[in-house]
């Protein structure tokens, strides 16, 4: 409360209070929410509130951006619950009642009244066995699960398909341009980050599903380390490349999500190699971070063949290289990986995706306690697409052919492990690896867009990313799917930072140099239509 004098028509001065001002939902941090709960201006219930009034504003209605699947029927119950104990014991940590939305291939319990469906009718009211690994760890953090973000269907593995569209879904569209493309596969959690329809959300990636959606949504985005972050409960694409980190507002925020979610699991083999203290990610967020650091450029293949990145981009881009300069790094540039032109034709990732996702998936299917819809293969999958054309067909959106290519391997033969060592190979031992030992490197520098995402994909290493820039308002419309457009005026667009195998602390803080240096987020927001208009101050005491 601050404490003001106010003379009053009777003649004398009286004190009175001005109550502080509550977080604005559109960029609230999870710190001012925090602070906000500590304080008791408003609750967690309150929260829950506001963010599905804001997801009702323009989910499926207005803009219908269709960011949002399901929302959770026992969030209320689950607020109140922890508001109560935050009065008794205190807050469990900086996620105590802060709602997050997790993108639909994050199994939760049934119970709990949500659906797991990658976006698949063939998954719908299945029950999975348990929640999964980092939908533990929030919980026991305290954070609300607000719902199911929508996505590229079975996390963009099923065809030739527009980013954004699932069965169950529809087809999501970007807040900053009407129809614009919000990019996938976690195309719903970087929509409902980026107008703040939760405080947070939580997306996957194989190979770019974190990091484009958080480029053409003016996101902060973490794809961590394969290993460092728990599969174990997400319906997956492949055990090599998935990986599961947070897409949300800024990167103190990202900072404070992955802290909680990393960390061993031993319903993951992967999570075990990882070192054994999960660091304290914020103490990363320092903003001379980059003073005295060496940081590369790799333009062979990623920034000089043509078409890979346009003028716009590009142009921001070099921009971005000075701005690391300013911040106190040496700029290495070039700094090229010797795999690049092998990246750019090898076909080692799809052998690798395609026998890993008929394998797990079939596994997932077999490993759920019901299924009404029957399905329990990959090969019933595609027979169910095709005999429920009106749910998973519609015009336009028929493409099932990943799924059969994968559905035709026949395990881990010989031909897979020799791809899955070229993938290491080209993205690792002369690739990442090589680049930041031959010029004594701290991290590579990229735009967000083209191939950037590859080598790390194929390497199972970290990505940072965050807001670059935004394309100007006489940009040209072009197509990007049946119902989407990419690029468009005032779209946006990302920069990522890479380095080696668990060097997330690192990356962040580089990251977080640069976002407060140039605080390119607050620069442009979404259309007017797409900014829900619901506040805090509509739902605090009110039932």
């Known amino acids: 409360m601050l404490g003001i004098s106010r003379w009053i028509s009777i003649g004398c001065w009286v004190s009175v209070t001005k109550q502080p001002a509550l977080p604005d939902l559109y960029e609230a941090s999870v710190l001012e929410l925090q602070q906000g709960l500590d304080d008791g201006l408003f609750t967690s219930v309150d929260l829950i509130k506001a963010y599905f009034a804001r997801i009702d504003e323009v989910n499926l209605k207005g803009p219908e951006l269709r960011a949002v699947i399901e929302i959770n029927p026992s969030a209320l119950s689950q607020a109140a619950a922890l508001d109560a104990e935050r009065k008794t014991t205190g807050k469990r940590s900086l996620m105590h009642g802060i709602p997050i939305l997790l993108k639909d291939n994050i199994a939760t319990v049934a119970e709990e009244g949500m659906n797991t469906t990658a976006g698949s009718f063939s998954l719908l009211k299945s029950i999975v066995p348990d929640d999964a690994g980092v ?6 953090a305290g954070a609300i699960i607000l719902g199911k973000a929508n996505l590229s269907e079975f996390a963009h593995f099923r065809g030739n398909l527009a980013s954004g569209w699932s069965g169950r879904g529809g087809q999501c569209t970007a807040a900053y341009f009407p129809a614009s493309d919000p990019c996938g596969s976690s195309s719903g959690s970087g929509v409902a980050a980026s ?3 939760a405080a947070v959300t939580l997306g996957t990636e194989t190979d770019g599903s974190i990091t484009c959606p958080s480029s053409q949504n003016n996101l902060a985005g973490i794809k961590p380390t394969v290993g460092l972050t728990s599969r174990a409960g997400v319906i997956p694409i492949s ?10 507002r800024s990167m103190t925020d990202a900072a404070i999500v992955l802290s909680v979610i990393a960390g061993k699991d031993p319903n993951d083999n992967f999570t075990l190699a990882q070192p054994d203290v999960v660091p304290d990610y914020t103490k990363a967020l320092k903003k001379n971070a980059l003073v005295g650091k060496r940081i590369g450029v790799p333009r062979t293949v990623f920034l000089d063949v043509p078409d890979i990145i346009d003028e716009t981009v590009a142009a921001a881009f070099e921009s971005a290289v000075a701005t690391v300069k300013e911040l106190g790094a040496t700029v290495v540039d070039p700094a090229d990986l010797p795999s690049a032109e092998e990246l750019l034709v090898s076909n080692n990732e799809t052998i690798v995706l395609d026998v890993d996702f008929k394998v797990q998936l079939n596994e997932w299917y077999e490993s759920l306690i019901a299924n009404p819809s029957g399905v329990r293969s990959l090969a019933d999958l595609i027979a169910f697409n095709d005999a429920n054309p009106e749910l998973e067909e519609p015009t336009n959106f028929t493409d099932q052919s990943e799924l059969i290519e994968s559905e035709a391997t026949t395990g881990f033969n010989a031909t897979y ?10 993205g690792r031992n002369r690739g990442i690896d090589a680049a930041l030992k031959q010029f004594n490197l701290d991290a590579l520098l990229l735009p967000s867009s083209g191939l950037t995402t590859v080598p790390a994909a194929v390497a199972g290493y970290p990505i940072v990313t965050v807001p670059l820039g935004f394309y100007p308002d006489n940009t040209t419309i072009q197509s990007a799917g049946p119902l989407t457009v990419y690029p468009a005026p005032g779209v946006p667009f990302g920069l990522s930072f890479l380095g080696t195998a668990f060097s997330e602390f690192e990356l962040i803080g580089f990251a977080f140099a640069y976002e407060q240096k140039t605080q390119t987020r607050l620069a442009r927001k979404a259309f007017p239509a797409a900014i829900p208009s619901t506040q805090l101050v509509d739902v605090i005491g009110k039932y």
Do not use: C, Y
């Open 195 to 197: 107008i703040g329809l």
């Open 239 to 248: 055990q090599n490349q998935d990986t599961v980190g947070p897409i949300v």
């Open 417 to 426: 492990f020799q791809a899955l060592a070229f993938d290491h190979e080209l």
């Open 135 to 140: 939908v533990k760890k929030l919980r026991k």
